[in-house]
């Protein structure tokens, strides 16, 4: 049956090219977790086929100037995703009314140019598509990008999330984003109410194999006294970056391969070069330790189970169909007359709910 229909030369020419689209694409084929109801891996196939493209090309040309922006990405992506859902949240610049998720402490760390970078992503979308691709989408997809742009797994975002229309407290902030002098039963508890588990702990963890940090998210482990899991020679590099408690000095997450994303990092923490109490306690926990060395060993399992448990916080309390809106400045709740127009002007969110 089949033989017989790629008999005729449209259907070897199908067949043919069906075959180079299968080939090009990318994409490994990795497990994901359920999709939220009302995201796809398609979802705007329909009106910005283009988006995936856009995000990629401008991404490649940005890190070729600014390594650590893809750092940066990626943390900004965890923390919309923790506070409050994977929201957009995270991109509104404070406002008269009070302080933003941005300005809670554990934002103050967050880098600048990450948020304009998906600013200007969203400008280009706009300008390409039309109002209707969503902040909290384009934050995500640039998540995905600077994983894979770094070396690590290329994987399917599912999109169709909406914009929020209110910033988070800093108390939620504070209560969603974990302090790095964490302990694995802290960090347990949290993830566990955002419904992931020692396992997803552990991979996304991970995220620290790029990026930097301040002195001050790991001077826990040097004043007053040295930390006696660290490594002594790690410990000594730290002093120097970091002589005194205080200063703004910063170092690499991943002292082995800094900017590469790859499982590194893992074996950091067999070495006792773990930067924050939070990594390596990872490895000094009974519950997680055997995790730590299965992806010390083996990047592709780290790489199969961290594109699992990313697809899994990239869901996290998502907005939806109707929900929110797409907002036009990702900086920015939209005005009210813009709002009415994304309602009448609809979109693909509304066009699949209904
Ligand atoms: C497990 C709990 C986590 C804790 C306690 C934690 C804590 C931190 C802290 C304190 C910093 C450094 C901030 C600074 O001093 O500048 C940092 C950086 C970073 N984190 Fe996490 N994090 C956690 C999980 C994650 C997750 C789940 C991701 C992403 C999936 C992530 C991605 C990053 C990245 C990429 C950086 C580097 C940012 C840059 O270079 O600008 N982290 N994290
Ligand atoms: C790259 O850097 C150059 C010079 O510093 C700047 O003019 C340009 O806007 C930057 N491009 C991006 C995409 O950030
Ligand atoms: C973990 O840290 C918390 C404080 O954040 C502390 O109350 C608890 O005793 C610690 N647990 C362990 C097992 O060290
Ligand atoms: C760190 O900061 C201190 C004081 O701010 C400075 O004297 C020192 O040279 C810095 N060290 C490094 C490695 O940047
Ligand atoms: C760091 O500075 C703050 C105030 O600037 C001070 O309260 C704190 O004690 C200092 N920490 C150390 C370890 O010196
Ligand atoms: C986006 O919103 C921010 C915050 O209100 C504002 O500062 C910025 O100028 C806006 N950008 C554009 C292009 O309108
Ligand atoms: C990137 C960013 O917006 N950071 C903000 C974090 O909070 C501080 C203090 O409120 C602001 O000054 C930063 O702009």
């Known amino acids: 049956m089949a033989a017989a229909s790629a008999s005729s030369p449209t259907a070897l020419l199908l067949l043919l090219l069906s075959c180079i689209a299968f080939l090009c694409s990318s994409s490994e084929a990795y497990d994901y977790p359920p999709l939220a109801d009302g995201l796809s891996f398609d979802f705007y196939d329909a009106t910005c086929p283009l988006v995936e493209h856009l995000v990629r090309l401008y991404l490649e040309q940005a890190f070729g100037n600014d390594t650590g922006l893809a750092a940066g990405l990626l943390r900004v992506h965890f923390h919309d995703c923790f506070v409050q859902g994977c929201d957009g949240s995270i991109l509104l610049d404070g406002s008269a009314g009070g302080p933003s998720e941005k300005d809670a402490p554990p934002n103050l760390t967050l880098r600048p140019a990450a948020f304009k970078a998906i600013d200007e992503l969203q400008a280009l979308i706009t300008a390409a598509c039309g109002h209707v691709v969503s902040c909290a989408d384009v934050a995500a997809l640039a998540a995905r990008d600077s994983v894979y742009l770094s070396g690590g797994p290329d994987y399917e975002v599912p999109l169709g ?163 929110g809106e797409i907002r036009k400045n990702c900086s920015a709740i939209n005005a009210v007359d813009d709002f009415l127009w994304s309602v009448v002007d609809g979109d693909g969110g509304e066009s699949k709910l209904l």
Do not use: W
Not at 206 to 235: K, M, V, W, Y
């Open 161 to 323: 999330r909406r914009d929020g229309l209110s910033y988070a407290t800093m108390e939620a902030v504070l209560s969603f984003i974990p302090p790095p002098t964490s302990n694995v039963t802290d960090l347990i508890d949290l993830f566990g109410k955002l419904d992931l588990d020692a396992y997803d702990l552990v991979s996304l963890s991970g995220a620290h194999t790029i990026g930097i940090a301040h002195c001050a998210s790991f001077e826990n482990r040097l004043f007053p006294a040295q930390d006696p899991t660290l490594d002594q020679t790690f410990a000594e590099n730290l002093y120097l970056t970091c002589p005194v408690a205080n200063t703004s000095n910063t170092t690499v997450l991943d002292v082995r391969s800094p900017d590469a994303f790859d499982d590194e990092y893992y074996v950091d923490l067999l070495n006792r070069k773990g930067l924050f109490t939070s990594d390596q306690g990872l490895y000094t926990d009974a519950r997680t330790q055997p995790t730590v060395t299965g992806f010390a060993v083996d990047q592709s399992l780290f790489f199969e189970k961290f594109v699992y448990s990313m697809t899994k916080m990239g869901q996290l309390s998502v907005l939806t169909g109707d929900q």
